[in-house]
């Protein structure tokens, strides 16, 4: 049963409520809240989804928090559904492995999902610990051989694994830190978890990418963090932790892998973290120009999105959705595009197949509809995967199917 959602106040990393609105993005309902097609149609629950920033440490967030038990206990999210993702984590296991950690020392992924970058370690000696709290996911992983929790890591999760496997050489977090609301508490965890001489290496979109290239779909409720790498350091500060390296990938639109170790063992830093903070002062992240330029953005981006399909709608072209993933229902949701305008939407993970999307109540398709009923035009909700996915369709491409990309500004490829 879904429950109300819940407003703070204040900034989860400094406390200040010296708060200000980014962008609302309206009442949506949770964006992997899929709807089973069969069962009646009831009203969705549908919580407020606006962005905000801290004037004081420059955190972006939202304020209005979906309970963690409603949106993450079963997940629909699996990591293993593009070619992109998990070779990207197999670079990062490689180099946990090479420069991290030993045989016999603990690697702690929180967030764990699947399975598969713990399963790169699988004969190396390291010892691997999974902690995913969507069941259906860490059964997934189980089934790959991956030792998994079953649990948020929360207090009892935490002494749990120091009490029964020891302290952490890594603790692995990726696309999960900016899932958490109370950050202050989770970063103790994380701190009392790692080993004096251990390494906190995560992983989260980053802000610079989501303001330039207009991703405002990547907001919805599961993501209440935006992080840019000032306030991030801020957050290490509370568990004693200090980065000493950072890289930025193309990975999810733009993210960015932080290194951090306790402070008395971080005595070599990186000159890429003091660069990538004096260019994040540079682009006015402690000023309100690049959030007001963001907004107007992306009223734009709607006006133009919404003209062109509408256009493509009055010439009887007929137009479908490619990828359903998470971000694409808060696009649709908040441009108010429904099944009047996309007859389906294709998507390629099974357990999201059959459903219909919350909100809008588009049905998700097998890939197989797809090719035997394409459309004129695809919108690709997976932009992410934009190189992965047209090289995949060529065939749709050379019979004359186009996709519509609509991030950072719609464009027909
Ligand atoms: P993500 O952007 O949250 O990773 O989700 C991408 C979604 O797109 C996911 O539901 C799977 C789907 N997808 C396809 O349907 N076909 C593909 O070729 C790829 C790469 C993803």
């Known amino acids: 049963m879904a429950q109300p959602h819940t407003r703070r106040t204040d900034c989860r990393i400094c406390g200040s409520t010296r708060l200000s609105s980014v962008i609302d993005l309206g009442l949506q309902p949770p964006a992997n809240a899929f709807l089973d097609a069969s ?31 409603d949106l993450f206990s079963h997940y629909l999210y699996f990591s293993t559904t593009s070619r992109t993702i998990p070779a990207h984590f197999a670079g990062l296991a490689k180099e946990v492995q090479e420069r991290h950690c ?11 999902n699947d399975g598969v970058l713990l399963s ?3 004969g190396t000696g390291v010892r691997v610990l999974g ?52 950050l202050q508490t989770f970063i103790r965890l994380v701190a009392g978890t790692l080993s004096p001489l251990g390494t906190f290496i995560f ?11 207009t991703e405002f779909d990547t907001i919805y409720h599961e993501h209440v963090s935006y992080f840019a790498l000032r306030p991030v350091e ?3 500060s509370i568990g004693g932790l200090r980065i000493t390296d950072v890289r930025h990938f193309d990975v999810h639109g733009g993210t960015i892998r932080v290194y951090a170790k306790p402070a008395a063992e971080a005595k070599h830093v990186s000159p890429a973290v003091a660069e990538m903070i004096q260019n994040e002062v540079r682009v006015g992240l402690n000023t309100m120009a690049p959030y007001e330029a963001f907004g107007r953005r992306v009223q734009e981006l709607r006006r133009e999105l919404l003209a062109m399909l509408a256009f493509a709608r009055a010439k009887n072209l007929r137009v479908a959705g490619y990828g359903a993933p998470a971000k694409g229902n808060t696009l649709l949701n908040f441009c108010g595009i429904g099944p009047d305008i996309l007859e389906y ?27 035997e009923k394409p459309p004129d035009i695809a919108l690709l909700l997976a932009w992410n995967f934009e190189r992965e996915i047209l090289a995949k369709e060529q065939k749709f491409r050379e019979a004359g199917g186009k996709f519509l990309v609509p991030i950072p500004f719609p464009r027909y490829v």
């Open 39 to 69: 069962s009646p149609p009831v009203p969705e629950q549908r919580h407020p989804l606006e962005l905000f920033i801290c004037l004081s440490c420059n955190h972006a967030q939202l304020l209005d928090v979906v309970p963690k038990e």
């Open 234 to 236: 801020k957050m290490l």
């Open 131 to 182: 902690v995913e709290p969507a069941t259906n996911v860490a059964t997934a992983a189980r089934a790959r051989g991956v030792e998994t929790m079953n649990a948020f890591f929360d207090e009892t999760a935490a002494r749990e694994i120091v009490d029964r496997y020891g302290h952490a050489k890594v603790i692995l977090a990726n696309n999960v830190v900016g899932h958490i609301d109370d």
């Open 120 to 122: 790169s370690f699988q």
């Open 345 to 371: 939407i294709q998507d390629s993970t099974p357990v999201k197949q059959g459903l219909l999307t919350p909100g809008m109540r588009i049905p998700v398709v097998e890939p197989a509809t797809f090719r």
């Open 102 to 112: 030993a045989p016999g020392d603990l690697v702690v992924e929180i967030g764990s």
């Open 203 to 213: 992983e989260v979109p980053y802000l610079v990418d989501l303001l330039e290239k």
